[in-house]
Nanobody, 119 residues
Framework: QVQLVESGGGLVQAGGSLRLSCAAS????????MGWYRQAPGKQRELVAS???????NYADSVKGRFTISRDNAKNTVYLQMNSLKPEDTVVYYC?????????????WGQGTQVTVSS
């Protein structure tokens, strides 16, 4: 199994910055992709940013130019640097990891971390 531990959420004023971290651990052979989704109450979970092997990244249009995703392969950790935060970024952020383990390939999720941006 793979466990994901998130950190870095919190309360910030509009225009401020936060950095989310997500560390994967467990019986991991290799990681194919890591990233972040977010979900507002009553809405579907949406992709915020992802990074795959080789370093290619993908961002939601709403965060392009403001958020940056990066990964430390040695630590199996993904980061989301969030700048110029807006009140509409207030939501729970979930880390995910698509990994190869002894049991096969699977997608694993973190417990979620709340980001609150005050106006």
């Amino acid at each position: 199994q793979v466990q994901l531990v998130e950190s870095g959420g919190g309360l910030v004023q509009a225009g401020g910055s936060l950095r989310l971290s997500c560390a994967a651990s467990g019986r991991i052979s290799s990681i194919n992709a890591m990233g972040w989704y977010r979900q507002a109450p009553g809405k579907q979970r949406e992709l915020v940013a992802s990074i795959i092997n080789g370093g290619s990244t993908n961002y939601a249009d709403s965060v392009k130019g403001r958020f940056t995703i990066s990964r430390d392969n040695a630590k199996n950790t993904v980061y989301l640097q969030m700048n110029s935060l807006k009140p509409e970024d207030t939501v729970v952020y979930y880390c995910y990891c698509n990994a190869n383990t002894y049991y096969g390939t699977g997608t694993y999720w973190g417990q979620g971390t709340q980001v609150t941006v005050s106006s």
